[in-house]
């Protein structure tokens, strides 16, 4: 038996079929999983984060398997604005679903660049501003580990661009509220949260690091709760919509962050693990849905009952 | 390429480290090609979380055949695996070896190291269909590590082996013996997959020489589609020296195309 559920998920600039994206630097350009799933039954999904030029990334190794979880250090290797625009996009744009964009930048000027150019080009539902990759070098360093850097940079993209932002957050800082806070002051559509937990992993006997590059960025099973207790966090204290991310792994685990206080949520490693694991979850959440009488998925957003 | 949640382990064949499985599972059996891999299922649950690639050793209407060591907690879990156990895998992925109607009478050298040699089974019979004279030569460090030397025998394939402790055949490298063999003959192509160190010196020689070479390189891999950018080698092409991703564009490459780290 089955019963309609109403599914669809609103972020107020931007309605989605399903509260399931897929998340950026996960799901490539989106066309990898075109064998695997139906792009159409997601929600939409966040293309791998873009810098304006092509990007060469980290020198491997890259990957290091934790237990429920994977160190990355690719270092944002891509191929830049314009190859984007050009060979990517135009197919993206057959697909009825909501296509996001990752903008990435070295500095607050190339981030505008980017906008400035993506702005120009047409199928690009939202912009998801990655302040928080870990990789970029300088230890980490990003503008999301202030809420001065933060709001700066959302203040000037937020005037500079035509489309929706939804600001992604690092995990890596004190106060993950005072720094959501800083990006809604500023102006942004949305808070994502949260990127990877700055990690390292070393090989015992040469006693040197797995990574490339040190220090990588820790996904997977293993970082849910945490990502959990900042959605939740996050969400009860800020306006703008939410859409969490951080080992989501199943319907379950998408639940629980629609129910901390998510409008929506991203699915990240898991689509390593099984390519449609995305629609996979918004089945489970649909069937969930069923089983428990909820007729639209929207009910549920922030219920977590906190005495 | 495929998820086949339903592939079925029909045979396990096993020495020490190494296993042997056949697998049923048609659609990537019909499909595969030499070179080409698998990404392998360990748990259903999140522990070891990823998926792990091996290659494909043989493959056919009803299926595929994979041969892989135990070197970690992943295929230290799939040599658990019993007959009847219902496997999870991805494939096939990657470009597989060059092979091509016209080599009809050519000669070629297959060159494997250790469990390297997985690829070069299904690679030498599919060459054996297409009237190419081959020779296989299998290296280890020591007899117990080139457990598929009758099977290749079996096959009716020239296969040439060797070890470093000398307890079966040439006594040294695999690439010593490929060294030797080479002043004799000089083949069209030689093919390899092995430890990085065996592919640098092969590529050398292959060079050297001047034998088009092609080899499958081996890695980590997160997804094994090309989404994760994990797997990543350097790799020469008209856009310059980038890092290429083994999964996608691999993990067979042109030797001469192959850039090894200092």
């Not at chain 2, 190419?132 to 117990?144: D, E, K, P, Q, S």
Request: one cysteine or more; proline letters at 6%; aromatic letters at 8%.
């Amino acid at each position: 038996m089955t019963k309609n559920v109403d599914l669809t998920a609103d972020l107020g600039f931007l309605k989605l079929r399903n509260p399931v994206l897929a998340a950026s630097g996960t799901f490539g350009y989106g066309l990898e999983f075109e064998p695997y799933l139906d792009l159409e039954k997601l929600g939409g999904f966040v293309v791998k984060g873009l810098y304006f030029k092509p990007k060469e990334g980290n020198p491997p190794p890259r990957l290091v398997e934790t237990a429920s979880g994977l160190i990355n250090a690719i270092g944002l290797q891509g191929v830049g604005v314009e190859a984007f625009s050009e060979k990517v996009l135009p197919k993206l744009r057959r697909f009825k679903t909501a296509v996001i964009v990752n903008v990435c930048g070295a500095d607050d000027d190339e981030y505008a660049a980017v906008i400035e150019y993506l702005d120009k080009q047409e199928g690009i539902a939202a912009y998801e501003l990655n302040i928080s990759c870990p990789n970029v070098k300088a230890e980490g360093l990003c503008p999301a580990l202030s809420p001065r850097t933060t709001f700066d940079l959302v203040k000037r993209l937020k005037a500079a661009s035509r489309r929706p932002l939804i600001t992604k957050l690092s995990p890596n800082v004190t106060s993950i509220v005072e720094i959501a806070k800083a990006a809604e002051e500023a102006g942004t559509d949305a808070i994502a949260l949260v990127n990877t937990f700055l990690a390292m992993a070393l090989d015992l006997e040469t006693r040197r690091p797995k990574l490339g590059n040190v220090f990588g960025g820790l996904s997977g099973p293993a970082i849910k709760p945490i990502a959990l207790r900042m959605v939740y966090q996050v969400a009860s204290q800020v306006r703008v919509p939410v859409i969490g991310l951080g080992g989501i792994r199943t319907g379950t685990d998408a639940l629980e962050f629609l129910v901390a206080g998510a409008a929506a949520v991203e699915v990240g490693t898991a689509n390593f693990v099984d390519p449609d694991a995305a629609v996979r979850i918004v089945r489970e959440v649909e069937r969930w849905c069923e089983a428990h009488g909820v007729s639209e998925i929207r009910e549920i957003v922030g219920t977590v009952m906190v005495s | 390429m495929t998820i086949d949640r339903n592939a079925r382990l029909r045979e396990i064949r096993n020495w020490d480290d190494y296993f042997h499985w056949t697998i049923d599972s048609p659609e990537v059996g019909r499909e595969a090609r030499p070179g080409q891999f698998v990404m392998v299922k360990v748990a259903d649950g999140p522990l070891p979380l990823l998926r792990r690639p091996l290659s494909v050793h043989d493959a056919g209407r009803s299926g595929i055949e994979l041969f892989f060591k135990v070197a970690g907690l992943g295929t230290e879990i799939l040599s658990g695996k019993k007959p009847g156990d219902t496997l999870d895998l991805i494939g096939p992925l990657g470009k597989g070896f060059s092979l091509s109607g016209g080599m009809k009478g050519k000669r070629a050298f297959c060159v494997g190291g250790g469990r390297g040699i997985a690829p070069l089974y299904f690679l030498a019979r599919e060459l054996g269909a297409r009237e190419v004279r081959t020779t296989v030569f299998y290296g280890g460090r020591r007899l117990a590590d080139i457990p598929l030397r009758d099977k290749f025998e079996k096959a009716g394939i020239e296969l040439l082996c060797s070890t470093d402790d000398g307890s079966h055949g040439f006594a040294g490298f695999v690439t010593e013996l490929v060294g030797r063999e080479l002043v004799r003959t000089t083949p069209d192509i030689i093919y390899a997959c092995g430890p990085d160190a065996m592919m640098k010196s092969l590529a050398a020689l292959a060079a050297k020489r001047g034998v088009p070479a092609e080899l499958s390189l081996e890695s980590m891999m997160g997804c094994g589609i090309g989404a994760c950018w994990g797997c990543v080698h350097r790799i020469k092409n008209e856009s310059g020296d980038g890092w290429t991703k083994i999964c996608e564009e691999g993990p067979v490459f042109p030797g001469d195309r192959i850039l090894w780290p200092e």
